[in-house]
């Protein structure tokens, strides 16, 4: 039975057979997984090609240059690992997680698809500096964007292109974030939710004390 969803997602990111034939084993080993892992919201299973893997292709359009990509809480590989399976010759990505159980699924996922992603099982604040000049950090539901940039500072004051899908609350955090940052960004629609955004960060300084 063909999934109508997951034909229309397809289409719109203009994939190779391959590249699908990649992301149907993806998604086959999150529905495997997420009866003992617990790797995403139960209720997003039934949307898994709208909600997780359309929202994370989305991405690649909006930095069609990189081929660096550095994903925090990479959790169940949303965007960071359907990032690596679709992204195209010499695209790589890090994947960082604290979790084991869910750097388990990463890694075993990546090797069955040939994704191009390693897999940090660190926290944050331990590998960031490894990372100085990748193209582009990314994380998705991970934390406020405050303390998004406080991690990945060492990054975007550096060059690196920030990329960070939000809900409705982003005005919010932008102005928490405001407190403490002077942000050079760019708030663009998602086109999988009509009320999402995404920051794109292309400066960022300290507010001066």
């Known amino acids: 039975m063909t999934d109508p969803d997951r034909d229309r997602v397809l289409a719109q990111a203009g994939v ?30 039934a949307e898994v090609w709208t909600r997780h893997v359309a929202d994370s292709l989305q991405l690649l359009a909006l930095a069609p240059e990189a081929r660096t990509w550095l994903d925090l809480g990479s959790g169940a590989g949303i965007p ?9 010759p010499g695209i790589t990505v890090d994947l960082v997680e604290s ?57 975007l004051t550096t060059g690196t292109t920030g990329l960070f899908p939000k809900g409705r609350e982003v005005e919010a955090e932008l102005t928490l974030a405001a407190a403490r940052w002077r942000v050079g960004h760019a708030l663009l629609p998602s086109r999988t939710e009509s009320s999402a955004r995404i920051v794109r960060v292309t400066a960022l300084a300290p507010v001066s004390p």
Do not use: M
Request: charged share 20%; hydrophobic share 45%.
């Open 16 to 45: 190779s057979r391959e590249t699908a034939q990649k992301l149907d084993l993806y998604v086959a080993q999150l529905r495997r997984w997420q009866s003992i892992k617990n790797l995403v919201g139960p209720a997003t299973l």
């Open 80 to 88: 960071g690992l359907i990032l690596a399976i679709a992204g195209g």
């Open 99 to 155: 979790n084991a159980r869910k750097c388990a699924f990463l890694t075993e996922t990546a090797r069955l698809t040939g994704a191009p992603a390693t897999v940090h099982n660190a926290r944050i604040e331990a590998v960031i500096d490894r990372h100085r000049g990748v193209d582009v950090v990314c994380a998705r539901a991970l934390a406020p964007l405050d303390q998004l940039l406080a991690w990945t500072e060492p990054l």
